[in-house]
């Protein structure tokens, strides 16, 4: 599960995405203010399905996708908070 926050003090829950073998997570193309852009593709506690996130750097991009794709596998075995 990857649970995110609406501030840095993650006092304000925004939502959250439920993980399983389905789930996905993909490069997508990024531009000059959200750079890095990658898009998450689960079950979401708003009815959304898909979560577009963007990292300030390849590298940790990079991190979240391997990161990601490790928990799916797993299939929800561990949480991630963002």
């Excluded at 649970?3 to 304000?12: A, F, H, L, P």
């Excluded at 898009?39 to 996708?65: C, F, K, Q």
């Amino acid at each position: 599960m990857l649970t995110y926050y609406s501030d840095d003090s993650c006092t304000n829950k925004k939502g959250e995405y439920k993980f399983d073998q389905l789930s996905s997570v993909n490069v997508i193309a990024s531009d000059k203010k959200h750079p890095n852009k990658f898009v998450l593709r689960a079950a979401g506690s708003n009815g959304a399905d898909v979560l577009v996130l963007s990292a300030s750097s390849e590298e940790l991009r990079s991190t979240w996708l391997a990161a990601l794709e490790e928990n799916f596998r797993n299939a929800g075995a561990t949480d991630f908070e963002f």
